[in-house]
């Protein structure tokens, strides 16, 4: 499809948006979870006001395994009837510890406790998603992916249990969207159902609803039955390099911003503050000496790396799993 042709779509007020993927305060960054780290400083109110303001019919918030922040906001504005709730699900293949972050939409609280009981195994958590008939698809398909495992494996056993794929995700490397989407091109070529979706993965205000999914509906579940459906599309543009780098030096500002209120707060006791204190008093010379640009860049390249040498022997990976693409 060209670019004026969507934008002719674009402009027909049947056509809906939404970004499928962004988070909110309520994504808390796990691997330093004692010195109150999030992956996000969003308040819930200011990422809907945005995506509103940038043109989002509907509006979600997908936090990593937790629904803290779509309910903040139902229940602050509970006749909100453009919102629904969104989770971004990490879970895993246990003989290799695979990483796969699932998009789960639509669900509701009793869903998400179970998805979270189910998460740390992927075949235990799909079926259950499925028994549920809810909508689900796979977050950027091979960020985590781990270079030991068998490529062709790995992508036939995923094309098994996803129909929604996000080909265009905001926060990752453009070669790395091409390469979702052209597989899901040879999905859909075999004659196979699959939807393609986007979301901005914004972190930070400033990147909410930059890329987003186009479908039509109404309301909110003939929105979410026309993207099962596949009758949707991604739109948008990715963050270049520089972007995610500044990013990330926006969050470790807004970490060290919290800090009068997290040591004020009685929520944490005396050691959870002085591991606050030490985690904030060691993110200044991090920061400086560059090292979130470091990780930002190595993570960077390996998406490069991965997806590269996965689009130079696609044909024959294609042939292999085959039998995964009817």
Request: hydrophobic letters at 40%; one cysteine or more; proline letters at 3%.
């Amino acid at each position: 499809m060209s670019d004026t042709a969507t934008v002719q779509i674009l402009a027909d007020p049947k056509v809906k948006r939404a970004d499928l993927h962004c988070h909110s305060r309520y994504s808390v960054f796990k691997y330093f979870r004692r010195a109150n780290t999030r992956d996000c400083y969003n308040n819930p109110e200011d990422v809907y006001r945005i995506a509103k303001e940038r043109g989002m019919s509907y509006v979600t918030i997908t936090d990593h395994d937790s629904i803290d922040g779509a309910l903040y906001l139902l229940n602050k504005f509970p006749d909100m009837n453009d919102f629904f709730i969104g989770e971004e699900v990490e879970t895993y293949f246990p003989e290799t510890s695979q990483r796969i972050h699932i998009g789960v939409w639509g669900l509701t609280e009793l869903q998400h406790r179970e998805i979270q009981r189910l998460r740390p195994d992927i075949r235990d958590l799909v079926p259950y998603l499925k028994s549920e008939r809810m909508l689900f698809g796979v977050n950027h398909l091979f960020q985590n992916y781990r270079m030991k495992n068998v490529a062709a494996r790995y992508i036939a056993e995923l094309l098994d249990m996803f129909d929604i794929f996000e080909v265009l995700n905001g926060a990752m490397a453009s070669f790395h969207n091409k390469m979702v989407q052209q597989l899901v091109n040879s999905v859909q070529k075999g004659g196979r159902r699959a939807s393609m979706i986007g979301g901005s993965d914004a972190h930070t205000l400033k990147y909410v609803a930059k890329v987003h999914t186009v479908s039509k509906g109404e309301t909110v579940p003939e929105f979410l039955e026309n993207i099962r459906a596949g009758d949707c599309f991604a739109w948008g543009s990715e963050m270049r390099f520089r972007e995610l780098v500044a990013d990330i030096y926006l969050l470790t500002l807004a970490y060290n911003r919290e800090a009068s209120a997290d040591f004020m707060s009685q929520d944490y006791s005396v050691a959870d503050k002085t591991m606050q204190l030490a985690g904030r008093l060691a993110s200044i010379p991090a920061a400086i000496s560059g090292i979130p640009a470091a990780i930002t860049s190595l993570n960077y390249l390996k998406q490069i790396i991965v997806t590269k040498g996965i689009s130079m022997r696609f044909e024959k990976l294609v042939q292999e799993i085959r039998p995964g693409l009817k």
